[in-house]
């Protein structure tokens, strides 16, 4: 007689690299992907395994994992930095002013761990925006030519906080799509500026954008905009959605430059002036995306997906406040992924 064995579809497999964790106490962290593959994790102090300084940490003596479900703790007297002895920890609605040191920097560690890849975990890895907004670019790169990629925003676009600009968010840009089209060369120009809303991105957008005939702009304001003082936020939302606006149509009016806006992370809440109102300045950058038909690099979604999934803000957040650290710019290149296609 004749058996029909049905051969189940083995998962696919990915490795998962440098996620960063901030540890409390004994505290159980979330791994942001499940299904970890008993005994992968290494945990490190420093996203470079080379790094000079580099401490790599034991598991079992240092850190304990539970694969089955899903998490990891530090253990009693790990060599692991514990976070209840930051400045802020237990702090609400902080004044990062008052605090000589208010970082993560000294309390994040790194870890590369296997896992066997969810349907939901893999469709969200193969997600991509239907429309191709990037093919001037490409175009340009595969037949040999030279991209010149302005990058254009606050001080996340400039690159804060990562440890090395190879590990910002445009630098893993720029190194894909060099690597997809190698036969072209793509140089980096960096105009953003630390602490700037999009009122300032307004104001030099000739001087500094134009003039230095892009092929490629990233636009990344927002963070600084939503602050909330005791008058509201810096930068209305009308006001913001008029600055990028205006931004866009002198660039277009300017160049025939691949224009990509960069949706923001999402700050610390428990800082004095997040205004929980920074989704609403992501979704004015979606609409316009629409609307001017140019790409958008949704951050806040892909960040939204990592809080929901268990990472905390000091685990993302280097400077404990609106920084992404080394993982945290990743999550900004993972919404790059999905508009290259």
Not at 97 to 124: H, K, Q, W
């Amino acid at each position: 007689m004749e058996v029909n064995r049905r051969m189940d579809k083995p998962k696919p497999i990915k490795q998962q690299i440098a996620e960063s964790f901030v540890f409390m106490n004994e505290d159980q962290q979330r791994l942001q992907l499940q299904s970890a593959i008993r005994g992968s994790m290494r945990l490190r102090s420093h996203t470079d395994k080379g790094h000079k300084d580099v401490i790599y940490y034991e598991e079992e003596q240092d850190y304990i994992v539970d694969y089955d479900q899903g998490w990891i703790a530090r253990t009693e007297g790990s060599r692991i930095p514990n976070w209840s002895k930051h400045p802020l920890c237990g702090i609400k609605q902080f004044d990062h002013n008052l605090y000589p040191d208010y970082s993560n920097r000294e309390y994040t560690v790194f870890g590369d761990y296997d896992c066997e890849m969810t349907d939901i975990e893999a469709s969200n890895e193969r997600a991509a925006e239907g429309k191709d907004r990037l093919m001037n670019v490409k175009k340009k790169l595969a037949s040999g030519q030279k991209v010149t990629y302005v990058v254009y925003g606050d001080s996340i676009s400039e690159g804060g906080e990562a440890s090395e600009e190879r590990y910002s968010y445009f630098s893993r840009f720029s190194a894909q799509l060099t690597s997809l089209y190698p036969d072209g060369s793509l140089e980096i120009v960096n105009k953003a500026i630390g602490g700037e809303t999009s009122e300032g991105g307004a104001e030099r957008v000739n001087e500094d954008v134009v003039a230095c005939l892009p092929d490629l702009v990233t636009i990344g304001y927002g963070m600084n905009d939503q602050n909330q003082f005791e008058y509201g936020n810096t930068v209305s939302l009308k006001q913001y959605e008029q600055n990028i606006r205006f931004i866009i149509e002198t660039i277009q009016s300017s160049s025939d430059a691949t224009i990509v806006l960069v949706t923001p992370c999402q700050p610390n809440p428990l800082w004095q002036h997040t205004s929980g109102r920074i989704g609403e300045y992501a979704e004015v950058l979606r609409r316009l995306g629409d609307i001017y038909q140019i790409a958008v690099a949704d951050a806040y979604s892909i960040w939204q997906q990592a809080l929901i999934a268990g990472k905390t803000p000091e685990c993302l957040l280097l400077n404990n406040i609106n920084h992404p650290n080394d993982y945290g710019h990743y999550l900004y290149y993972k919404a790059f992924e999905r508009i290259i296609c």
